[in-house]
Each structure stands twice: as C-alpha cells, then as structure tokens.
C-alpha cells in the first residue's frame, strides 16, 4: 500500500509559477513510476506529466511540455512538479500518481495505468 499526499497548491497569476510536491509512504517508493494528472471544472481528469522509477525517462501532455518539469527525489521519497508560465486553463485539482508497471509510449497517459492516488491540491491561476 502507498499513501500519496499532495502539496503546494495555491492562487497565482497568469505567467507565474507553482511548485506542486507528493509525499509517499513506504520504503519501496523507488520501484514506482510517478505521475501527475489534473481535473478542470467540468472536465475529464486528463494526463500531465510522468516519470519513471529510476527518474530517467519523463512524459508530457503537449499542452504543458516546455511549461512543466516532472522531477523526483528517491531519497526523500517525492515528486515534484514545476510549474512556470501558468495559464488560466492550467486551474484545476491535480492529483499524484503510482504505478505497479513498467510506464512506456503506450500506457503512460492513462488512468487506469496508475494504482495508487492522492487527494489532489488545487491550483488556481488568474488572468
């Protein structure tokens, strides 16, 4: 079992930056690829970025890619996503992610890749 607990979250203006960070339990958390999705209002949660175990390969929506950088820290047993330039279609709750599997081309971006969520922290950007 994995508990996520998501932080950073907050009110910012349009072009500013947020650092978002996800806290795991359990000592095994350098076996888990990472991910982080988000929920607009009225919208499907929809994929943001991942990240593989070892840290060594990242995946992007093609809305944040060059906006957002996926990172983790084994050692403290975090991911963390940076956020820059933010938009306000960048509002919504975002949620941190762990996977059982092995992430590639084809699994990344989907939900039901991922076994384990946290509660999410919301993000609000103003024009």
């Known amino acids: 079992q994995v508990q996520l607990i998501e932080s950073g979250g907050g009110l910012v203006q349009a072009g500013g930056s947020l650092r978002l960070s996800c806290a795991a339990s359990?000592?095994?958390?350098?076996?888990?690829?990472m991910a982080w999705f988000r929920r607009a209002p009225g919208k499907e949660r929809e994929f943001a970025a991942a990240?593989?175990?070892?840290?060594?390969?990242?995946y992007y929506a093609n809305s944040v890619k060059g906006r957002f950088t996926i990172s983790r820290d084994n050692a403290k047993n975090t991911v963390y996503l940076e956020m820059n330039s933010l938009k306000p279609e960048d509002t919504a709750v975002y949620y941190c992610?762990?996977?059982?599997?092995?992430?590639?081309?084809?699994?990344?971006?989907?939900?039901?890749?991922?076994?384990?969520w946290g509660q999410g922290t919301q993000v609000t950007v103003s024009s």
């Open positions: 990240i593989s175990a070892s840290g060594g390969i990242t």
């Open positions: 359990g000592r095994t958390f350098n076996n888990y690829p």
């Open positions: 992610a762990a996977a059982i599997i092995t992430l590639n081309s084809a699994n990344y971006y989907y939900p039901f890749t991922y076994r384990y």
